[in-house]
């Protein structure tokens, strides 16, 4: 009986056929897995530390509003729910249950998953549908991250600070005296014999998540985020000037050596501009010396989503508010915080959008999209603009050259 045999070389071949989308199927497989356990868990801390809550301010409600009791009185039961929220031990908390059962199903460091850390983060990941997690390093940053998720547990944390900042909201929206409360309670746990650190730091972590502003009695659930940003003026020449007060965001900006530049308050991604040595070059839409007429401007932006540039074809021109948020008012000449104007650099040889130590702005006025209204009695075509010489604005006749920076919405 004669029997078949496959030569060593094709038999090889023929297994690595079967293995490679194998491995694919696995590793796809795994991060479907991965997926759904964020959803499932982050549901259970959700719903975990909103019933910790509740459980103590329901029992504080009916002593203070029914029966007109101290606060005393919930004391344990308070006590109990602030331990649930914050322990020595972090197994034992709904953030630690979560993050355990996240990292054994999405961290390849710390579990046997089939798939990737650049699967799960996005960047050179050899999947076709990676997770991408690493584009919500800029969101994150609302919720106390560093603008940059590097690997699962930074997403963890963004998972629990935004789902803890949305628990705190809730309450705060259901309890109206929350603070008044709390605050009454932290007086009682500070007085006890030994005082529960793990307990008053919940408490603490409570209280802060929902009162933002820090102002007595004013309930503000907006966990820390603050988009709208600070002028930049520190300088203060009168009591009560902006120099002095500082309201808003500290003005905050990261290269992304691609080509653009992320607000980190606002989300917003900018077009870069290099090469402002005072000769205009029309081949490098990216020339810090260009100036187009307000349809030119619009042109501009076309180019740029025809070419993808930095990846995305969402680009737009900016409109007038958009525009004076990046405006540095302790600045002039112009009026922008680095990494906008990185004065050293902005020479000739200042050409490469992509080189992180190139940036440059013209000290002059850049075109917004918001036209000047119908109802003006000035009957030319105009738009607004924003002088970057000092940050003041006012509008122009479209047909006039300035000069232009694209934007689009990072997130």
């Known amino acids: 009986m004669n029997r078949i045999r496959f030569a060593p070389v094709l038999l090889a071949g023929f297994v690595g056929l079967l293995v490679a989308p194998r491995a694919e199927a696995l590793a796809a497989r795994s991060l479907y897995y991965c997926q759904r356990t964020v959803v499932r868990e982050t549901s259970k801390y959700l719903n975990d530390t909103t019933v910790a809550l509740d459980i103590c ?16 009185d919930a004391l344990a039961m308070c006590l109990k729910s602030f331990r649930k929220l914050e ?28 798939h990737t850390l650049a699967d799960v983060l996005g960047p050179g990941s050899a999947e076709a549908q990676p997770l991408q997690v690493a584009r919500l390093g800029s969101w994150c940053r609302n919720f106390g991250g560093d603008g940059s998720i590097d690997s699962v547990q930074e997403w963890i944390d963004c998972l629990a600070a935004s789902h803890y900042c949305t628990a705190a909201s809730y309450t705060a929206a ?38 933002v502003a820090a102002t007595e009695g004013v309930v503000d659930p907006r966990c820390g985020r603050n988009d ?39 989300g917003l991604v900018w077009e870069k501009k290099v090469s402002l040595d005072g000769v205009a070059n029309s081949t490098l839409e990216q020339d810090g010396d ?18 993808n540039f930095a990846g995305h074809n969402d680009w737009r021109l900016p409109n007038v508010r958009e525009l ?72 122009e006749d479209k047909a006039t050259q300035l000069y232009v920076r694209a934007v689009r919405t990072g997130w």
Not at 87 to 114: A, E, F, Q, W, Y
């Open 228 to 266: 709208f940003p600070a002028t930049g003026q520190l300088s203060s020449l009168v009591d009560g000037d902006d120099g002095m007060l500082r309201q808003g965001a500290p003005l905050d900006y990261r290269d992304e050596g691609n080509g653009t530049i992320v607000d980190l308050n606002t």
């Open 290 to 307: 260009n100036q187009v007429t307000w349809l030119d401007a619009l042109q501009h932006v076309s180019v740029l989503n025809a070419n």
């Open 87 to 114: 322990n020595s031990d972090p197994n034992k908390t709904p953030k630690g249950r979560m993050s355990g059962n996240i990292l054994k199903k999405c961290d390849p460091s710390s579990s046997s998953v089939d």
């Open 324 to 395: 004076r948020s990046i405006v540095d008012y302790e600045r002039l000449n112009p009026a922008v915080s680095d990494p906008f104007h990185l004065a050293d650099s902005c020479t000739a040889a200042c050409g490469d959008p992509l080189d992180v130590g190139c940036s440059c702005t013209a000290a002059g006025d850049y075109w917004s999209s918001t036209s000047v209204s119908s109802t003006s009695t000035n009957s030319t075509p105009s738009a607004w603009y924003v002088s970057f010489a000092n940050g003041s604005w006012a509008q």
């Open 57 to 72: 301010l329901t029992r504080l409600t009916r002593l203070q509003i029914l029966s007109s009791a101290p606060v005393d």
């Open 174 to 211: 259901r309890y109206p005296r929350v603070l008044e409360w709390f605050s009454a309670m932290r007086l009682l746990l500070e007085a006890l014999p030994i005082v529960p650190s793990d307990a008053l730091g919940a408490l603490d972590a409570a209280t802060a998540a929902m009162d």
